[in-house]
């Protein structure tokens, strides 16, 4: 039976992973890695640099992993990590033990115990560190990385708050080391609950032994991780951002302190600063690295991180409320910026830098190399420091002090960083670019809470709403959702998805959903699909569509056709003669009028003569009324046409009179004052406002026939001709209300032919 | 009382101005408006007339007398009104109004005369003036209202009355400036002479532009047109024409008063400084500009009746607020310019409401003379008497003062108190008034509650000035968005709108806003008309909104000859829960040959959770083989066996990771069996079997495993529970997993369901 996890195992070991986290988080705090332990080593008595050098022994340490991770492979990564983190905890136990050393053999033995003390414990953590990273790779799904790792983040991050919290109440209230070895007792009560939640994770298995014939998987092979490009300039960029980044971790709180003036109080405070950034940042920077890739988010971490030096360099320096709030915003920042950076970085090198099969000589090299670059950075700040302690001046509004040499660090080398790590390929993943547009296009709130509740949908209707709400962000965040919901087996959350997506900024995969829905088999949705495609008004549709002209179904013809013309309005008149030859030998009225309405919106001034006859020959209202538009768009100005339909609908009289008045006024700056022409137009006008209609279409057919012809384009001078007749015929009948679109038309036409040749 | 049915009592005016004509004129009449407002303001309506009275040396009362003079003349009205329409309105007016300008410049000689007048002759001059000047304008006026009435049309009444109210607004503004800035620059009586000067050649101006305005001809007397006391008694016997008349005079007497001393009550009560008192003028015109053109289209589109009630309940609150109000606070100018604020919307929407209703639904035109002379007449009488009663009032209540619950009590409460009580007095009788409204008060004011009314208004004025087709398609998706009641009136244009794809789009908005008769009844014009292409959009779209009222036309859809209509209609009945089809489609669906109609049938059966159908639905999924097809049945299916969301839920993890869901659902349901004590030892380590193969992703394994899960689950046990669906479900997931193994995904999915669903009952 296979040793490899199946997922289910790996989910629900996620749980126990966390919790061990947790509960370490505590003991870390408490013991070895937090401002507590510091404080225990200074109230030992032990110097500055004395103390640089202890805390370096825990980085510097790592550099066993080169060696033991053959060894942590073959006895298997769970057991290494649980025997060496077992007994770390127990090594640390051992400082329970320093005030009876101090008693009973002074405070120079007892330096040198919490030395020697510090050294195992460095020492055994990094052996269990090596195992817990290939492990930590093998029981994390990928597919979920992202999301574990945020979520772990917040807890840790929460309880370390509480953590640090209840250390600063307890020393206060306790004199000497014997507050320290509280805090230390329960630190370690805590790393063994981490253990023991450690044995309830799945995975971690020894190498099975060698097999003869077959590969020797313990082999060491160092010199591949080290030809592997990626991983090599992961390294490098790594390297670099800690180099940038630890120095000022660590002596940010004395430039806040004493350059900018802060009090210590405000100081601490600050750290509450990060911890909110790290809370609020932190799930959405898991989800984006899941669903877009894990290196935008870190480049994007990582640009965050080197704006930070800039704020803090330029940071006004009067240690008021007002220096209190920047400090408060960098930190907010600092917060955000470490967790895109961590969690992005974090998971490309789970996900796609190490090779899982090669995973123990990757982790050990990555794990020694982290070590190397934290320890010489640590020291390097210090060092820094001293060396430029006396540059102290002011350019301008600039200041110049100690501290600008590894803000310049930090400034800059996140940039050469940046370019290392572009330099790594990861599938599935989306350029910086397009990362940025996905949060800055439409509204990432409403988005955001959408795409929530859309997963929380109980029932069809709420999924409907939902849906309905992801398009009105008209955010790309949205766009997987929306794809998700076109494949809801829901013909509702199908159809809803359809014309969601239709009101969505163009996007190509939503324009290639919809193209697939153009060619299947559910005739209901094909249609919306194509009318959607011409909603959605990009020109990529347009060979799709023009294929569906071809379908077997005459309403996805239609819609085809219509959405084609829809998407020539935008500029593309490519379809025009394929839909005028159509439109000559189609029988169908349905598609007659779809065509028209199409080769309207195209401008198509050859279909004239054949719309026209159409329109004669039609009986329903509604279709002669888009049959009269479609010809009103050939004459030009749409929205004009429009505008005389609305108004005449409501007062036919007015609206008329007032019609053939505009155009007397323009016929009046071409004709002599008292022509016939003039005369004519007063008294159609008249006999319109006077609600005489039938009398009003008698003089405006005599009016159209008495037009100068060179004053209207060729198609006008067609149209109105059609009309002239149309309505004498009309109004013969002493009816000119059945047939109302002869009368805009003709009166659109007068005005707006006669204005476009003027 | 006039009825509709009555002959008019004039001759039919051949004069008549076409709409044309009469719209053409409006813009002249806005013009004659905003300089008759800086005549007004210059000469005797404006404060500096005021003070040239005081400057002349004329005493309080003698001032507010010569004021009175203007109310009171309206009486003639009464007298006149005959003769008026007989010589033609507009002559009237214009002639009367062009005659009150040049009485007016007899004020142009006070410096002269002041010295040789002496100061009681200056009285007798200056009421001279005023009185003739009254009269005239008393008689212009009386021409002027029926003229109104007859030159503006309805459709734009509202409108009209707004726009003209921002113009006036505007230059009565301009007006006070320039009269501020000359009265500062010199305080003898020459600065008031000039402004009367500029007054009189604005007034000029104005007569000048009345004489553009078409209408107000002569009217030719008849034999039976009646006497003008008969007239008087028609409009007097008119209940409508009475009710609006006393609620007009009581809320004249309600605000007049308390208006009229509001500035002493804010400077001496709520110690606001004089400059501060003056910029409250400035809170109402800012009330004024912001309101009137929206309450001219409401009024326009909702009626008079609600605009007016809506000013109304406003007005109800000023003297609520200005009692309780913060007295001597930082707080109070802010307070007292919010109310200023309110005081100015309140006042359009009372004008522009409380005019229109006049004009288009209280005043009969034939019998405009009468009732509208008859109506200045009382106006004039109660503005008189509601300038008096105010002075009478503060100086019976001089003394009063104390507290109610903490709430200071002063000479100004008594106002305060007759404001409240008169307009609620004229709330209780204009509501019952009869109107034009489209809307009731109660539906007018829910219309700007529901949705958001400001998305909708953006919406409406956009998509009134959207030039092409794709602009036009953006705001009725915007109106539709808006999910505002306000935007009823565009989504039905849009339905009408001649192109196809606006159409389109306005079927989709109207699916997503609430459900209204309205719209309702438009989409089942729409469903039962001709355009193919729109009625199935418009069956899916009364299925989105779920209208109870559209369930007749659909279940009419079902027998349509164009299947795609069935299809949607089925659809949307399922989707409204309609369970009165359920039979229905029960014997369609196997008896129906059209794949497409099948699965719409069975689409709504699995909607409705007709659990007579669970056999159709298994069989045609059985015979079913395109996998969209397929999912859509296992979802019907899985509605019948219940929790569709759960289906949904596992429907998404196994598309991403189908071995690791099914593994958790086989392992959920061996828990739950557990937990009840159910679980036999065979069925334990079938569970186990299926759930390990899932989870090492051997899917055909799992499914292998999970089939002898379903048959055993589906044996007859003393133990089993389960339910007649359920264990139906089971028994034809044994067998189609047996069939089929992993390639039919969807039944998969339904086995894993059937176990999620089974009740399981602790023993």
């Known amino acids: 039976m296979s040793t490899e996890l199946t997922t289910v195992e790996k989910l629900s070991g996620l749980r126990w992973s966390i919790s061990s986290n947790v509960a370490n988080t505590v003991f870390v705090q408490y013991t070895f890695f937090g401002s507590i332990f510091v404080l225990f080593l200074s109230a030992l008595g032990l110097s500055r640099s004395a103390m640089g050098l202890v805390l370096s022994f825990l980085p510097f340490f790592g550099l066993t992993a080169l060696f033991v991770a053959p060894w942590v492979a073959r006895i298997g990564y769970k057991r290494a990590y649980i025997i060496f983190f077992a007994a770390r905890t127990v090594v640390a136990l051992c400082l329970v033990f320093t005030p009876w050393v101090m008693n009973a053999y002074g405070s120079e033995a007892t330096i040198l115990y919490v030395g020697v003390v510090i050294a195992l414990f460095a020492m055994v953590r990094s052996v269990g560190v090596t195992a817990s990273f290939p492990w930590v790779q093998e029981y994390v799904p990928n597919s979920v990385r992202g999301k574990y790792t945020a979520i772990n983040n917040i807890f840790t991050t929460g309880v370390g708050f509480l953590a640090v919290s209840g250390g600063s109440f307890m020393l206060a209230r306790t ?29 971690g298995a020894p190498m099975p032994p060698h097999v003869e014939g077959e590969e020797d998987k313990s082999r060491r092979d160092l010199m591949t991780a080290l030809r592997d490009r990626d991983f090599v300039f992961y390294l490098a960029s790594v390297a670099l951002i800690i180099i940038a980044t630890v120095p000022i971790g660590s002596f940010l709180p004395l430039f806040l302190r004493e350059e900018i003036g802060l009090s210590q109080s405000a100081v601490v405070w600050l750290q509450s600063g990060t911890l909110i950034g790290t809370l609020l940042s932190g799930y959405l920077w898991g989800w984006a690295a899941d669903r877009y890739g894990s290196i935008p988010v870190s480049l994007y971490g990582m640009g965050m991180r080197a704006l930070l030096p800039l704020i803090w360099m330029l940071m006004p320096r009067d240690g008021d409320t007002i220096s209190f709030g920047i400090a408060l915003f960098a930190a907010l920042l600092q917060g955000v910026a470490d967790m895109g950076w961590g969690i992005g970085s974090g998971r490309l090198l789970y996900v796609r830098i190490v090779p899982p099969e090669k ?71 989306i350029g910086m670019g397009e990362f940025a547009g996905v949060f800055l296009r439409g509204n990432p709130f409403l988005a955001m809470s959408s795409m929530i509740r859309f997963h929380l949908a109980k029932d069809e209707h709420s999924t409907v709403l939902m849906t309905e709400r992801l398009a009105r962000a008209k955010s790309p965040l949205t766009v997987d959702e929306l794809l998700e919901a076109l494949e809801d087996p829901r013909f509702n959350v199908r159809f809803e998805a359809i014309i969601s997506i239709s009101r969505m900024m163009p996007e190509p995969r939503l324009i290639q959903a919809l193209e697939k829905l153009l060619v299947g088999s559910e005739l209901a949705l094909t249609v919306v699909a194509a009318w959607a495609l011409g909603r959605l008004g990009d020109m990529q549709a347009a060979p799709a569509l023009h294929h569906a002209l071809n379908s077997e179904y005459r309403s996805i013809r239609a819609h085809a056709a219509r959405a084609l013309g829809a998407l020539g309005a935008l500029g593309d008149a490519t379809v025009a003669n394929d839909l005028l030859a159509r439109l000559h030998t189609e029988p169908d009225k349905g598609l007659q009028m779809a065509y028209a309405s199409a080769l309207g919106n195209l401008g198509n001034t050859e ?13 329903n209202e509604g279709a002669r009324l888009e049959l009269a538009l479609t010809l009103a768009r050939l004459v030009g100005d749409e929205h004009h046409f429009i505008g005389l339909l609305r108004t005449v609908r409501s007062d036919p009289a007015t609206a008329t009179a007032q019609a053939i008045s505009s155009y007397r006024r323009k016929l009046g700056r071409r004709v002599r004052r008292g022509s016939d022409q003039l005369r004519l137009a007063d008294r159609c006008a008249e006999a319109m406002a006077r609600n005489e209609l039938v009398r009003g279409a008698h003089l405006l057919t005599e009016l159209i026939r008495n037009r100068s012809e060179r004053q209207f384009s060729e198609h006008g001078n067609l149209i109105l001709s059609e009309c002239a007749r149309q309505l004498e015929n009309e109004a013969e009948l002493d009816d000119v209300n059945h047939h109302m679109e002869y009368l805009i038309l003709a009166l659109h036409t007068l005005q707006v032919d006669q204005r476009m040749r003027s | 009382m006039t009825g509709s049915t009555e002959t008019p009592a004039v001759a039919p005016a051949t004069a008549e101005p076409t709409t044309v004509e009469k719209l053409r004129g409006l813009r002249w009449s806005i013009l004659s408006n905003a300089t008759n407002t800086v005549f007004s303001q210059f000469t005797f309506f404006g404060s500096p007339f005021v003070l040239l009275l005081s400057a002349l040396g004329m005493s309080k ?43 007016t410049v007899g004020l142009l000689f006070l410096p002269w005369l002041a010295a040789s007048l002496g100061e009681t002759g200056m009285v007798f001059y200056v009421s001279a003036i005023m009185a003739g000047f009254a009269l005239s304008r008393a008689i212009a006026e009386t021409g002027f209202l029926p003229w109104v009435q007859e030159y503006i049309p309805n459709s734009v009444r509202g409108r009209y009355s707004a726009t003209n109210s921002i113009y006036t607004t505007l230059s009565g503004l301009a007006a006070v400036g320039a009269a501020g800035f000359v009265l500062d620059r010199s305080n003898d009586l020459s600065a008031y002479i000039l402004l009367i000067a500029a007054g009189i050649a604005f007034g000029g101006v104005s007569t000048w532009a009345a004489t553009r305005i078409p209408g107000g001809a002569a009217v030719q007397r008849t034999p039976e047109t009646p006497s003008l006391l008969g007239g008087m008694q028609a409009a007097m016997s008119d209940g409508n024409f009475m009710r609006y008349l006393a609620g007009a005079s009581l809320v004249t007497l309600a605000l007049v008063p308390m ?70 606070t930082e707080i109070s100018l802010y307070i007292a310019l919010a109310i200023a604020v309110l005081v100015g919307i309140s006042d359009m929407a009372w004008g522009i409401g409380a ?34 009663m105010g002075g009478w009032i503060l100086e019976f209540s001089g003394g009063l003062s104390g507290q109610i619950l903490g709430l200071a009590i002063d000479p100004y409460t008594p106002l305060f108190v007759m404001g409240l009580v008169l307009t609620l007095a004229t709330l209780v009788i204009l509501g019952s008034i009869r109107a034009d409204n489209v809307f009731g008060v109660i539906q007018f004011a829910g219309m700007f509650l529901r949705g958001n009314p400001f998305q909708a208004m953006g919406a409406m004025i956009r998509y009134y000035q959207a030039r092409d087709e794709r602009t036009t398609i953006s705001m009725t998706e915007r109106l539709g968005r808006a999910r505002s009641p306000l935007a009823v009136e565009e989504l039905l244009e849009t339905l009408r709108d001649p192109r196809f794809n606006v159409r389109f789009e306005a079927i989709i908005a109207i699916a997503r806003m609430p459900a209204d008769p309205r719209l309702t009844h438009a989409l089942i014009e729409v469903f039962s008309g001709t355009e193919l292409a729109l009625q199935s959009v418009a069956a899916w779209a009364m299925g989105r909104i779920a209208d109870p009222e559209s369930r007749a036309a659909l279940r009419a859809g079902l027998d349509s000859k164009y299947l795609s209509i069935r299809a949607h209609s089925a659809r949307a009945l399922g989707a409204m829960q309609d369970q009165s089809i359920a039979d229905e489609l029960l014997q369609r669906l196997p008896a129906e040959a059209d794949r497409g109609l099948q699965m719409a ?163």
């Open chain 1, 359 to 429: 995973r123990n000589d990757y982790m050990a090299v990555y794990y020694a190399w982290i070590g190397i670059i934290g320890g010489i950075s640590q020291l390097s700040g210090g060092f820094l420091l001293d060396l430029f302690e006396n540059l102290r001046f002011q350019i301008w509004i600039f200041h110049v002090d100690p501290f600008l040499p590894i803000f310049l660090m930090g400034l800059f080398l996140p940039f050469i960083s940046f370019t290392l790590l572009r330099g790594v390929r990861e599938e599935k993943s």
């Open chain 2, 259 to 328: 208006m009229s001393f509001l500035p002493l009550f804010m400077q001496e009560v709520v110690l606001l400084s004089a400059g501060s008192v003056v910029l409250l003028q400035a809170g109402v015109l800012v009330g004024h500009l912001v309101s009137s053109l929206a309450w001219g289209l409401a009024a326009d589109r909702y009626g008079s009746k609600p605009v007016m009630i809506a000013g109304l309940v406003m007005k109800l609150l000023l003297p609520v607020m200005w009692f309780v109000m913060p007295r001597d």
């Open chain 2, 355 to 388: 005019g229109r209703l006049l004009f288009v639904s209280v005043v009969p035109p034939h019998r405009k003379t009468e009732y509208m002379s008859f109506y200045y007449a009382s106006i004039g009488v109660v503005g008189g008497i509601s300038q008096l």
């Open chain 1, 607 to 619: 279909a004239t003569n054949t719309v026209l006859h159409l329109l004669a020959t039609i009986g």
């Open chain 2, 601 to 763: 049938y069975a689409s709504a059966l699995g909607n409705l959770r007709t659990e007579a159908a669970l056999g159709p639905l298994l069989e045609l999924l059985y015979a079913t083989h395109n996998p969209g097809a397929r999912l859509e049945l296992a979802l019907s299916v899985a509605r019948i066996l219940g929790d569709e969301h759960a289906f949904i839920q596992l429907l998404r993890a196994a598309r991403g990771d189908l071995g690791t869901s099914a593994s958790q659902a086989v392992s959920a349901f061996k828990r739950r069996l557990e937990r009840a004590k159910q679980l036999s030892p065979e069925m334990a380590a079938a569970l186990q079997d299926a759930a390990n193969a899932f989870a090492r992703l051997d899917v055909e394994g799992g499914t292998a495993g999970l089939s002898r899960v379903l048959a055993l689950a589906a044996e007859p046990t003393e133990l089993s529970t389960f339910s007649h669906a359920t264990t139906t479900m089971m028994r034809e997931g044994s067998l189609r997993l047996a069939e089929f193994g992993a390639e039919h995904f969807e039944t998969v999915l339904l086995s894993l369901h059937a176990l999620r669903t089974a009740e399981v009952i602790r023993t």
């Open chain 2, 61 to 103: 009362p003698q001032i507010g007398l010569i004021l009175s003079f203007l109310p009171f003349a309206g009486l003639i009205a009464l007298f006149i009104a005959p003769t008026v329409a007989r010589y033609g309105y507009k002559r009237v007016y214009i002639t009367f109004w062009g005659l009150r300008k040049i009485i």
């Open chain 1, 175 to 203: 004199t000497g080391l014997a507050g320290f070895m509280w805090l230390i007792g329960i630190g370690v009560v805590f790393g063994t609950i981490s253990v023991g939640l450690a044995f309830k994770i799945p995975g």
